[in-house]
């Protein structure tokens, strides 16, 4: 990814800040008084273009992949630092020793971590010359993708039937359009079920508006109307607990039995975090696993009953990957995602 450099006027003094780094002369027994002269601009007085390499991710610290391209056009030989300001939480600097004279490409190692998904413009400067260029805006991997056209690949295990067709394959895509409620943008995630699931997402806390059940799997005869609720935080710690509003429904016919009308409610609890997680023969990184009860409460009873339970793996940069769903016969359903792809 290239920019070109655009050309920054600063009158006040020069303060360089090393943050920790040791210099770094490629040469150590040059003479320790001189000092490489040159400038970061061609001959009209116009910084030259920088090259930046690498992905830029919110909280995730900087390696040898991240780095910038500067030209610089040396007068003299010497020792030289170039280095840039913090921005952002990040910085880039370099320092050795100028053999030759003329244009020349120099690598501006990158330090720090971003801390903000934005873009940050970051000033060069070099002989008391001034360039700069920009980092367009840090990627952000959380546990919900919600670009149109990712789609997730599940597998019912086992099988199940729906409306008398046996079925143990389905697929969710992003739709393009969110729709907004209660001040949150919830994208649709259609599937090949002709069904639609509502998800939305609020620092670090992911939201869903729809039923108490598990996703993909209804139990409730009939429920009065979606609701919003949090079925994720990544804010909690190993052990957090945290419960959805309740809701209206019917409940009975799920156990062989006559519909009662009464209220549900689902119980959460964070099981793991930052684990690595074996699904469609991958191993995949940062992981969190919830816990996810399911209770009822029959109107004119006192209490609630739990009617099932289940874990639910979530992974950053893939949203869910797993479901296991604990039935009421003892049984595993297990929904496992078998494919997936996140544009």
Sequence with gaps: MSTNFFRVLVFSSILLIFNGCQKEYSIENMNTYSYAQGTLTDSLG???????????????????????????????????????????GMWFIDSGYALLTGGVVIKLKGYGKPILPISTTHIVSFNL????????KVLTEDYLPTSTGSFWEFQYLPGINSGGVPLSNFKVTVAPDAIVY???????????LLDTFYFAKDRGIYYEYGTPDFDFTGIFDEVNNFFEYPYLNE??????????????????????????????KIKFTILTKGQNYIIA????????????????????????SLILNGTVAYARGLGMIDQNIKLTDGSVQKIPATNWKIN
């Excluded at 900087?62 to 630092?81: A, C, D, E, H, I």
């Excluded at 209660?182 to 090949?192: D, F, L």
């Excluded at 809701?247 to 016919?253: D, I």
């Excluded at 023969?281 to 609630?304: A, L, M, S």
Aim: proline share 3%; hydrophobic share 35%; charged share 15%.
């Design 182 to 192: 209660n001040g949150k943008a919830y994208y649709q995630y259609g599937t090949s």
């Design 129 to 136: 010359e001034h360039c700069a260029f920009t980092i367009s």
């Design 235 to 264: 804010n909690l710690l190993v052990g957090g607990v945290w419960e959805s509003p309740l809701c209206a429904v019917k409940f009975g016919q799920f156990l062989g039995m006559p519909s009662k009308l009464g209220k549900a």
């Design 281 to 304: 023969g991958k191993t995949v990184p940062n992981t969190i696993t919830v816990k996810r009860e399911i209770y009822f409460q029959e109107d004119g009873i006192i209490g609630f």
């Design 46 to 88: 116009e910084c030259k273009s920088a090259t930046i390499i690498g992905n830029y991710r919110l909280d995730t610290a900087l390696t040898s992949m991240n780095y910038v391209l500067v030209n610089v056009n040396f007068t003299s030989t010497g020792k030289y630092l170039i280095s840039t300001d913090t921005v952002n």
